[in-house]
């Protein structure tokens, strides 16, 4: 079992900046890729951001060039560094894991207004 504890959303305005975080407990040691995805109210649950344990990064369109995801392998926390926020990022926010089983965090609420 993989346990994964998520934290950092909160309110902030358009243009702000929010970082998530997720600190990964439990069997890691199989876990292949870590990420983050988002629910906004009446849509359905979409990627952000994966982080393979190799490195490698992937973004969806919506966020590339505003979100960076990052690992720190001696923490065994993933992070979400998320800049020039929009209404359209409000969502919350979960945390993935992923090897060999999917892992979900609780999630964590990310609201932009003004």
């Known amino acids: 079992q993989v346990q994964l504890v998520e934290s950092g959303g909160g309110l902030v305005q358009p243009g702000g900046s929010l ?12 876990i292949l890729v870590m990420g983050w995805y988002r629910q906004a109210p009446g849509k359905q649950r979409e990627l952000v951001a994966t982080i393979l344990s190799g490195g490698a990064r992937n973004y969806a369109d919506s966020v590339k060039g505003r979100f960076t995801i990052s690992r720190d392998n001696t923490k065994d926390t993933v992070y979400l560094q998320m800049d020039n926020l ?11 894991a992923h090897g060999p089983y999917a892992y ?11």
Not at 86 to 96: E, G, K, L, S
Not at 105 to 114: D, F, L, W
């Open 104 to 114: 979900w965090g609780q999630g964590t609420q990310v609201t932009v207004s003004s």
């Open 86 to 96: 929009t209404p359209a990022d409000t969502a919350v926010y979960y945390c993935y």
């Open 19 to 30: 970082r998530l975080s997720c600190a990964a407990s439990g069997r890691i040691f199989n």
